[in-house]
C-alpha cells in the first residue's frame, strides 16, 4: 500500500511547493497573475525525459520564444489582408522548427513549450519581447522539468524495489 502511495504523495508535496514558489515569485515577475500553471505545462510535457534531455529543454524554450515572436513578427509585415499572413507565417516557422529536430542539444517539445508560453502571455498582459516573459518561462519551465525529474527519480525507484 505504501509503494503505491509514493508517487502519488511525491506529485501532491511537489505541487504545493510549486503554489507556494509561485505565490513568492509571481509579483515580483508581474503584479496581478500567478503562473504556476506555466510549471504544470512544462511537468507534463518533460516527464519522464532523462536528465541530458532536460538540459536540453533549457536552450529549446528559449528557441520558442523566439519562433513565437518571429511568426508575429512575419504575420504583422507581410502587407496582405485577413489571416493569410498568419497563416503563412507560423506554417514557414513550424516548417523550420522541424529541421531542428537535427540540432543535438533542442528538444521539440522544449520549442513548442516555449512558443505555447509566449502567445499565453497575451492573457495575463505581458509584451512578447518583455523581459518578464523570458524569466517567466524559464523560472517556470525550469522549476516544471524539476519536478518531472524528481517523478522520475521516484518512479524509477520505485520499480527497483
Known sequence: MLNKSIMPLTVGILAGFLVLLD????????????????????????????????????????IGFIAANLIVYIANNLGMPSVIPAILATFTVNFLIMYLVHVKFLVIPGIFFGIAMTFARGGVGLDMWSLNIIILILIYGILGLICGYVCTLVQSRKENT
Open 23 to 62: 505565490w513568492l515569485i509571481a509579483p515580483l515577475i508581474y503584479m496581478g497573475g500567478n503562473f504556476v500553471w506555466v510549471a504544470f505545462v512544462s511537468w507534463t510535457i518533460f516527464f519522464g525525459f532523462t536528465l541530458k534531455d532536460r538540459y536540453k529543454a533549457i536552450p529549446s524554450l528559449l
